[in-house]
């Protein structure tokens, strides 16, 4: 496969296991899985099982993960379906997270934390490379360091997605280090 067929399909499984389904009538459950067929037959993308294999396994973010019989796929993280519930156990962040900004949101950032605006989740790197890269995506990243034991400790839970993402609900600003 091309890298252009690669990025084509991986982005259209983006969109359709994480933000729009219903582009081809497609039925997520409630921890976001669909059944593998079902995008197969599709008809806005065509492609095979052995493409698909090949996309997930080398994505470059590892973003989506078959069930053990392949049968189902759903993304690791991302989404922004309010009703999609990953089902992960919350677990002991490092003392510190990273989080790739840029500065047209930092006076807000700075009034009301890092929140999850479109998606379902704040999502937190555990390197400053990673976070970087993040927020390169929107123009020069600011990179904000988080107390994520310390918010641990005031009850805050933390995930980590199977492609090693942290999620968490909201950082309130009083846990982000601005310089
Ligand atoms: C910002 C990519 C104003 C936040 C990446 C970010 C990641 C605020 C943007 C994943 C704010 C949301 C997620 C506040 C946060 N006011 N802006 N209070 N709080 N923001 O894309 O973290 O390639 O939803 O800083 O690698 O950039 O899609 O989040 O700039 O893992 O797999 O609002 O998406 O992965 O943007 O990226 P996003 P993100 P994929």
Known sequence: MTPNNTKRISKFLSLILRHSPETINLKLDKNGWAN???ILSNKKLRFSIEEL?????NNDKQRFSFNEDNTKIRANQGHSIRSVELDLEP????????????HKFMVDIKKNGLQKMN???VHLS?????ATSVGNRRGKAIILSIRAQDMEK????????ENKVWLTDLVPPKFINFK
Do not use: I, M, W
């Open 91 to 102: 677990q002991s962040p490092p003392p510190f997270l990273y989080h790739g900004t840029v």
């Open 119 to 121: 998606r379902n989740h």
């Open 36 to 38: 593998v067929s079902d």
């Open 154 to 161: 005031e009850g805050f839970k933390f995930f980590l997605s």
């Open 53 to 57: 294999k090949e996309v997930v396994a």
């Open 126 to 130: 555990k390197d400053r490379e990673t």
